[in-house]
């Protein structure tokens, strides 16, 4: 199982989080989303057939883009 820690800064509160929570969920092979609003990150856990990228491509798509 891989674990990444993102800064997306277009995190506002904790809906947002919930948001990115619900999305990255669906995908297969998320295991676990925590986020944390006050420091607009997020921390994904996952193992196959999810991959980084399948994971940044979702966050940019739903409006939540990493930074760089």
């Known amino acids: 199982m891989e674990t990444?820690?993102?800064?997306?800064?277009?995190?506002?509160?904790?809906?947002?989080?919930?948001t990115?929570?619900?999305e990255l969920m669906?995908?297969?092979?998320?295991?676990?989303v925590k986020g944390d609003?006050?420091?607009?990150?997020?921390?994904?856990?996952w193992e196959a057939p999810?991959?980084?990228?399948?994971i940044?491509?979702?966050l940019a798509e739903i409006n939540y883009p990493v930074a760089a």
Do not use: F, W, Y
């Open 4 to 18: 990444m820690k993102l800064s997306v800064p277009n995190i506002s509160c904790g809906h947002c989080v919930m």
């Open 20 to 22: 990115i929570k619900n």
């Open 26 to 32: 669906e995908m297969a092979g998320v295991k676990q």
């Open 37 to 45: 609003p006050d420091a607009k990150t997020i921390t994904v856990q």
């Open 50 to 54: 999810a991959t980084r990228q399948a």
């Open 56 to 58: 940044l491509n979702l």
